[in-house]
Structure formats: C-alpha cells, structure tokens
C-alpha cells in the first residue's frame, strides 16, 4: 500500500488507474528513462524466446502524464507491452491466454532486473499459471546469469531469486541445491 501511494504520487491517479486494472494484462511495467531503452527491448523479447514464446517483436503503447514532484514538473512515461508479433501475425496482449499473459509479466521483469549489476528478484507463487518446465526455467535462467557477463569494469552480476510455491517439482535438487530450499 504504500509503495502505491509513493507511485500515485509520482505517475498519477489516471495512470495508476490503467496499471493496475485487473483486466489490463500489462500490470507489469517498464519504467524507462531514456537510456538503454533498446538494450530493454532486445533482453524482453530475448527472454521471451527462451522461455517458448517465440516473437519477432513486441509493440509497445506509451501511458504519459506530467506530475509536480518537489515543486518540479515533471514528465513521466510508461511503456507497456500491448501486442506481440508473431512470424505471420499479430496478437494484442488482451487476447491472449491467461499463461501467456502471466509469462510476459515475468519476462518483462527479469528483462529489467538482468540489465542491472544486481537485483533481489521476489516472486510470489512463481508457478501460478505456468507448468513446471517454465517455471524451472525461470530458475535457471536467473541461476545461469549469476556471476556471468561482468561489466566494462568487471564487476560480476549479483542476481537473487526469493520465491514463493506450493510446486514441490520447483524444490527437487534437479532444479534448486539443498541450500537453496
């Protein structure tokens, strides 16, 4: 609650209003300034095709507003997703499954957080709505880019994955260490 107060206060009621309808299937968003924004696209859809989601691109709609922060006006931008393109066609976000709505949610997500140095990733019931090879994956692809890929400076990525799940598939050692659990 009061982180969505602090973002009312930021993005505005009529923003608020359209992130968080239940029936917008982009509740998760991209906060972007204006760096990197490519590197944000390209690791979103990279992501995913990795977990089955096989898109030649994503088209996005922009949610603007101006907002007074410390006596600044300020303009505030949000991209969310609103259609996915496909080889041969194109699918608004609304239209499609529930699993698929829920898997760009998390894509979306873990394309921010895997651009950073380091993120705490907190996850909620993972699984919900999606079958246990994806949400395995999903693990893993966190698992996989921890320490990997260091930066110009060489500082090695930090990644951690706090989550929630009723899936004792998830907790098998296959998929997560002893120490992990």
Known sequence: TDINGELKSVIGEELM???SSSDNPARNIFFFDNSNVQSKRT???EILTHLGIEVEGVEYKTLENEREID??????????????????YE?????????????????????????MKRCL???DELD?????????????????RNGNNPTLSGERPVFQLIFTTH????????????DQI
């Open 71 to 88: 006596g600044e006006k300020c303009q505030v931008k949000i991209l969310v997703p609103d259609k996915l393109i496909y080889k041969d």
């Open 167 to 178: 899936n004792t598939v998830l907790l098998k050692e296959e998929v997560l260490r002893r």
């Open 17 to 19: 209003k359209e992130i």
């Open 43 to 45: 690791m979103f859809q």
């Open 128 to 144: 919900a709505g999606l079958h246990d090879v994806l949400a395995s994956e999903i693990i893993n692809l966190i698992s996989d």
């Open 121 to 123: 990733f907190v996850i």
């Open 91 to 115: 699918v608004s976000l609304k239209d499609e499954s529930s699993g698929t709505k829920r898997l760009v949610k998390l894509a979306h997500s873990l394309s921010l957080g895997l651009l």
